[in-house]
T-cell receptor, first 114, second 114 residues
Framework: SAVISQKPSRDICQRGTSLTIQCQVDSQVTMMFWYRQQPGQSLTLIATANQGSEATYESGFVIDKFPISRPNLTFSTLTVSNMSPEDSSIYLC???????????FGPGTRLLVL | AQSVTQPDIHITVSEGASLELRCNYSYGATPYLFWYVQSPGQGLQLLLKYFSGDTLVQGIKGFEAEFKRSQSSFNLRKPSVHWSDAAEYFCAGISSGSARQLTFGSGTQLTVLP
């Protein structure tokens, strides 16, 4: 497994502003992902954070809204840009370690946009 | 399309009673399957996983799950539920040919009565 931390753990933001969420892993991992969990919903994959190249976004998510950085194999950031109340969600990063693609999740960042 | 279905949105059991949470999958080939638990205000914790081999897998916290190919199911069970088991449970699957696309079910909210 892996120990994953996220900052901030929660935040309240004003609409139109941006928030950058950090994800730190205690070991080098090849694959890192960002998910969104809207209130009362399941998890939806936003993108795969690729080290040294642009992130790979899922349908419905775009780089201008959710820019992602992955400067090394232990760290990634997700920015939620020009926020609206609809962006209020839990944002989770996850990593793949070991065989079979097991994903381990960080504690999440709880975002409320007013 | 690959999918994971959790038919029960909400289940209520009494403390000490047995528990079974249902999960059905639809994949072209045998997927890798997972159960995660999300306690209030927490991230996702991996309970157990199935890749191949023995169809009855043991997990943490006294949980087990049985893979049944004939029924396309991967139900989670616990013989005696504790009040601390109250949480949201997610079944998830990933194609054995992919290390990326983890598909989540919609989740089952478990309430435990004293």
């Amino acid at each position: 497994s892996a120990v994953i931390s996220q900052k901030p753990s929660r935040d309240i933001c004003q609409r139109g502003t941006s928030l950058t969420i950090q994800c730190q892993v205690d070991s080098q991992v090849t694959m890192m992902f960002w998910y969104r969990q809207q209130p009362g919903q399941s998890l939806t994959l936003i993108a795969t954070a690729n080290q040294g190249s642009e992130a790979t976004y899922e349908s419905g998510f775009v780089i201008d809204k959710f820019p992602i950085s992955r400067p090394n194999l232990t760290f990634s950031t997700l920015t939620v840009s020009n926020m609206s109340p609809e962006d209020s969600s839990i944002y989770l990063c996850s990593v793949v370690t070991g065989a079979g693609g097991t994903q381990y999740f960080g504690p999440g960042t709880r975002l409320l946009v007013l | 399309a690959q999918s994971v279905t959790q038919p029960d949105i909400h289940i209520t059991v009494s403390e000490g009673a047995s528990l079974e949470l249902r999960c059905n999958y639809s994949y072209g080939a045998t997927p890798y399957l997972f159960w995660y638990v999300q306690s209030p205000g927490q991230g996702l914790q991996l309970l157990l996983k199935y890749f191949s081999g023995d169809t009855l897998v043991q997990g943490i916290k006294g949980f087990e799950a049985e893979f049944k190919r004939s029924q396309s199911s991967f139900n989670l069970r616990k013989p005696s539920v504790h009040w601390s088991d109250a949480a949201e449970y997610f079944c998830a699957g990933i194609s054995s040919g992919s290390a990326r696309q983890l598909t989540f079910g919609s989740g089952t909210q478990l309430t435990v009565l004293p």
